[in-house]
C-alpha cells in the first residue's frame, strides 16, 4: 500500500535561518507531489506541484522553493525564513494523469520567531 | 475551476445523519464535485467525488442536483470522530489535482 511520510513534524525557526521540509512517498512510482501551506485561521494554500523529477511548478510567488531530485522525493525549502512562513505544511501525493483525489501527509508545522 | 459556497458551521447530533451543502452554481460541464475534511491538526482526508450521479462510498453519500449547480454530502450516522471541517471543492479535468480550498464547514457533532 502507498504511504506518505513528512519531517520533521514540528519546527521551531529564528527569522532568517534556512528551511528544509522533506516528504517521501513509498508504494508507488511516478506520482504527481504537491505543497500545500495552511496559515493559521486559513484555508489551504498551493504552493508547488510536480508531475515529475526536476519538474516543478510554482503557484504564489514566495520566499519558498521545491524540488524533486528523486521520483517519490520533494522538498521545501528557504534560504532565509519570514515571520510570515510560519504556518502548517503538507505534502500530498496523486496518481499519474488529472485527478483530484489526492492522499496528504501528516503535516509539518513550522513556527518562525 | 468554478467557485464553492458552504455555510461556516453545522450542528449535528451523534448517531444522525449529516448533511452537509453546497453550492458551485458556475460549475462546468467536465468538472467534478470533490469532497475533503480536515480533522484538526490534521492533514485533509479524500472523502467522495462525482461528476453527475450520485454515489456513495463507506465513508458517504454524494448527492448532485441534476443542474449539477449543487450537491450534498451525507453522512448517515454522524460519529463524535465526524467532527471536523468540511471542503467542497470543484475541480476540471485538466488541473492536475491543484484542489482550491475555501473555509469549508466546520461540523460538529454533539453527544
Known amino acids: 500500500s502507498q504511504t506518505i511520510h513528512q519531517w520533521p513534524a514540528t519546527l521551531v525557526q529564528p527569522v532568517g535561518s534556512p528551511l528544509s521540509l522533506e516528504c517521501t512517498v513509498e508504494?508507488?512510482?511516478?506520482?504527481?507531489l504537491y505543497w500545500y501551506r495552511q496559515a493559521a485561521g486559513r484555508g489551504l494554500q498551493l504552493l508547488f506541484y510536480?508531475?515529475?523529477?526536476?519538474?516543478i511548478s510554482s503557484e504564489v510567488p514566495q520566499n519558498l522553493s521545491a524540488s524533486r531530485p528523486q521520483d517519490r522525493q520533494f522538498i521545501l525549502s528557504s534560504k532565509k525564513l519570514l515571520l510570515s512562513d510560519s504556518g502548517f505544511y503538507l505534502c500530498?501525493?496523486?496518481?499519474?494523469?488529472?485527478?483530484?483525489?489526492?492522499?496528504f501527509g501528516e503535516g509539518s508545522r513550522l513556527t518562525v520567531l | 475551476d468554478a467557485k464553492t459556497t458552504q455555510p461556516p458551521s453545522m450542528d449535528c447530533a451523534e448517531g444522525r445523519a449529516a448533511n452537509l451543502p453546497c453550492n458551485h452554481s458556475?460549475?462546468?460541464?467536465?468538472?467534478?464535485v470533490y469532497w475533503y475534511r480536515q480533522i484538526h491538526s490534521q492533514g485533509p482526508q479524500y472523502i467522495i467525488h462525482?461528476?453527475?450521479n450520485n454515489e456513495t462510498n463507506e465513508m458517504a453519500s454524494l448527492i448532485i442536483t441534476e443542474d449539477r449547480k449543487s450537491s450534498t454530502l451525507i453522512l448517515p450516522h454522524a460519529t463524535l470522530r465526524d467532527t471536523a471541517v468540511y471542503y467542497c471543492?470543484?475541480?476540471?479535468?485538466?488541473?492536475?489535482?491543484?484542489?482550491?480550498f475555501g473555509q469549508g464547514t466546520i461540523l460538529t457533532v454533539h453527544p
Open positions: 510536480s508531475v515529475g523529477i526536476g519538474q
Open positions: 462525482g461528476l453527475k
Open positions: 471543492i470543484v475541480l476540471g479535468g485538466t488541473s492536475y489535482g491543484k484542489l482550491t
Open positions: 458556475t460549475i462546468s460541464g467536465n468538472e467534478y
Open positions: 500530498a501525493w496523486t496518481g499519474t494523469g488529472n485527478t483530484g483525489e489526492l492522499f
Open positions: 508504494g508507488t512510482s511516478n506520482p504527481n
